[in-house]
């Protein structure tokens, strides 16, 4: 079974960037595809990207096409999200998930595995 570990959260200024990394640490190899959500207090959670297992297919939110980056290295079983000119209103804690479907979804009850959550701060 897969187990997620998300890192690279922090505190940065606004126009900054960080990289996210979700890493598959029991090293399963199995073909998810894997979706980045975040989530703020008292909101739901919130699609961010999303890649297919292969890589060749992406999915991004309106509030984050064109300054956030999804990728993937299969063979470190790791996906990225590189985040930048960041902006307060990214502020979250950022969640990984995977899912066996055969397209990228955007709604998280698509996703059975979940990380722990790391929390990205963004300040003006």
């Known amino acids: 079974q897969v187990q997620l570990v998300e890192s690279g959260g922090g505190s940065v200024q606004a126009g900054g960037s960080l990289r996210l990394s979700c890493v598959d640490s029991?090293?399963?190899?199995?073909?998810?595809?894997i979706g980045w959500f975040r989530q703020v207090p008292g909101e739901e959670r919130q699609f961010v990207s999303g890649?297919?297992?292969?890589?060749?297919?992406?999915s991004y939110a309106d509030s984050v096409r064109g300054r956030f980056t999804i990728s993937r290295d299969n063979a470190r079983d790791t996906v990225y999200l590189q985040m930048n000119y960041l902006r307060p209103e990214d502020t979250a804690t950022y969640f990984c998930a995977a899912s066996t479907d055969v397209v990228v979804r955007t709604a998280a009850e698509w996703y059975s595995f979940w990380g722990q959550g790391t929390q990205v701060t963004v300040s003006s």
């Open positions: 890649i297919n297992w292969n890589g060749a297919s992406v």
């Open positions: 029991e090293r399963t190899n199995r073909p998810y595809n």
